[in-house]
T-cell receptor, first 113, second 116 residues
Framework: DAKTTQPPSMDCAEGRAANLPCNHS???????VYWYRQIHSQGPQYIIH???NNETNEMASLIITEDRKSSTLILPHATLRDTAVYYC??????????????FGKGTKLSVKP | DTGVSQDPRHKITKRGQNVTFRCDPISEHNRLYWYRQTLGQGPEFLTY????????KSRLLSDRFSAERPKGSFSTLEIQRTEQGDSAMYLC??????????????FGPGTRLTVT
């Protein structure tokens, strides 16, 4: 079962920052937070992941609270092409057969002009 | 294009027929995953290969489903005696192997199956 809670939908104005929250209150010490997104009719796309430090890459920033019970994915300047379903996933580091991702229903982000 | 590819992209079949899907992972990736996604839901894990070995299968993978990766490169997923409930998007993903702690998975575009 998915171990994360996300709002089902969010809207964001084009050019503004999109802040997508995720609650993972039962996260274990060796579990990472991963974010993927799925644009309509495409396969999921990896965005970013982190353990406890904030992370940034060319797509987004990931802010993880100090107690690691929640995180926020930030798209700094959302565009219409960022309209997608965003999935927050907690997953142990690779170490055996636990490689599969457990997806919830995600947050449908709609970026509006 | 060096991404994950899947064939066919769409398949319409009649109930009771057998279907086979193919996945070609990124060439240097030795881990390969199959997922299924129904409308409005997130993808659900079906099975996973490390090279040619099938290491994990979900209980979603009934006896009518079989997956192979004979030479540790491409993989096939076969569904026998299809049922209307098998209608879904079938997604393939791959990731590198090795000693690194974490890996992201790279997904293909999926095969959409419609059983009539």
């Amino acid at each position: 079962d998915a171990k994360t809670t996300q709002p089902p939908s969010m809207d964001c104005a084009e050019g503004r920052a999109a802040n997508l929250p995720c609650n993972h209150s039962t996260i274990s010490g060796n579990e990472y937070v991963y974010w993927y997104r799925q644009i309509h009719s495409q396969g999921p796309q990896y965005i970013i992941h982190g353990l406890k430090n904030n992370e940034t890459n060319e797509m987004a920033s990931l802010i993880i609270t100090e107690d690691r019970k929640s995180s926020t994915l930030i798209l700094p300047h959302a565009t219409l092409r960022d309209t997608a379903v965003y999935y927050c996933i907690v997953k142990t580091a690779w170490g055996g057969s636990q490689g599969n991702l457990i997806f919830g229903k995600g947050t449908k982000l709609s970026v509006k002009p | 294009d060096t991404g994950v590819s899947q064939d066919p992209r769409h398949k319409i079949t009649k109930r009771g027929q057998n279907v086979t899907f193919r996945c070609d992972p990124i060439s240097e990736h030795n881990r390969l995953y199959w997922y299924r996604q129904t409308l409005g839901q997130g993808p659900e894990f079906l099975t996973y290969f490390q090279n040619e070995a099938q290491l994990e299968k979900s209980r979603l993978l009934s006896d009518r489903f079989s997956a192979e990766r004979p030479k540790g490169s491409f993989s096939t997923l076969e569904i026998q005696r299809t049922e209307q409930g098998d209608s879904a998007m079938y997604l393939c993903a791959s990731s590198p192997g090795g000693l690194a702690v974490t890996y992201e998975q790279y997904f293909g575009p999926g095969t959409r199956l419609t059983v009539t």
